[in-house]
């Protein structure tokens, strides 16, 4: 059982930036590939980004490309999420997923096994 904690969320305005990040009790989490989620009011969860196993390969949602940033920090058992240029309709809650070993940057839910609580990233107008 893998436990993520995610952290970094708030109130931003549009325009703004904020880096969430999510410390995974795993110490290996860097032979596995990570994501990030989102779900809005009302809305389904929705993918946003994901990073191999390695990091060599990225993917991104085309609501986010070019605003927001996947990375990871190995030796903290981290992965991050950097978000610029937020817009109101980025407002949702945030979680990151620990995907399969040695996998690939999925945009499915269901290819992730353990799931954080979530964040909130609210963003005013």
């Known amino acids: 059982q893998v436990q993520l904690v995610e952290s970094g969320g708030g109130l931003v305005q549009a325009g703004g930036s904020l880096r969430l990040s999510c410390a995974a009790s795993e110490r290996n989490i860097s032979r596995y590939a990570m994501g990030w989620f989102r779900q809005a009011p009302g809305k389904e969860r929705e993918f946003v980004a994901a990073?191999?196993?390695?990091?060599?390969?990225?993917n991104y949602a085309d609501s986010v490309k070019g605003r927001f940033t996947i990375s990871r920090d190995n030796a903290k058992n981290t992965v991050y999420l950097q978000m610029n240029s937020l817009k109101p309709e980025d407002t949702a809650v945030y979680y990151c997923?620990?995907?399969?070993?040695?996998?690939?940057?999925?945009?499915?839910?269901?290819?992730?096994?353990?799931w954080g609580q979530g964040t909130q990233v609210s963003v005013s107008s």
């Open positions: 990073m191999s196993w390695r990091g060599g390969s990225l």
């Open positions: 997923a620990v995907g399969q070993l040695f996998g690939q940057p999925s945009v499915y839910s269901t290819y992730y096994v353990y």
